[in-house]
């Protein structure tokens, strides 16, 4: 299973971005896929989760500013990200649970990241 993330970017405070994570490769299902970033100097945080059957979670930084959707048809998870603050700046990571189809297990996947930077 691979996932592809896409859609970072350089965005002034206040404006928005839409990240995209696509998984791809031999995939029976996909539990729960979400977001997690990393600062510089920071720890990887979680920002947002979505489970196979929409339930979403966020970090309470985001709460109201961020919108996790996720098209299970294409495999895809979505981030979309407004009002976004300088503090919002870090690398992207989608991470998902899923099970590749020549297993009967669920393992963890992590992708590339993406990078958002918010100017003040």
């Known amino acids: 299973v691979q996932l592809q993330a896409s859609g970072g970017g350089l965005v002034q405070a206040g404006g928005c971005l839409r990240l995209?994570?696509?998984?791809?490769?031999?995939?029976?299902?996909?539990?729960?896929i979400g977001w997690f970033r990393q600062a510089p100097g920071k720890q990887r945080e979680l920002v947002a989760t979505?489970?196979?059957?929409?339930?979403?979670s966020y970090d309470d930084s985001v709460k109201g500013r961020f919108t996790i959707s996720r098209d299970n048809a294409e495999n895809t998870v979505y981030l979309q990200m407004n009002s976004l603050k300088p503090e919002d700046t870090a690398v992207y990571y989608c991470n998902a649970i899923a099970i590749p189809g020549s297993d009967s297990q669920p393992y963890n996947y992590w992708g590339r990241g993406t990078l958002v930077t918010v100017s003040s």
């Open positions: 995209s994570c696509v998984a791809s490769g031999s995939i029976l299902r996909i539990n729960g």
């Open positions: 979505i489970t196979s059957i929409g339930t979403t």
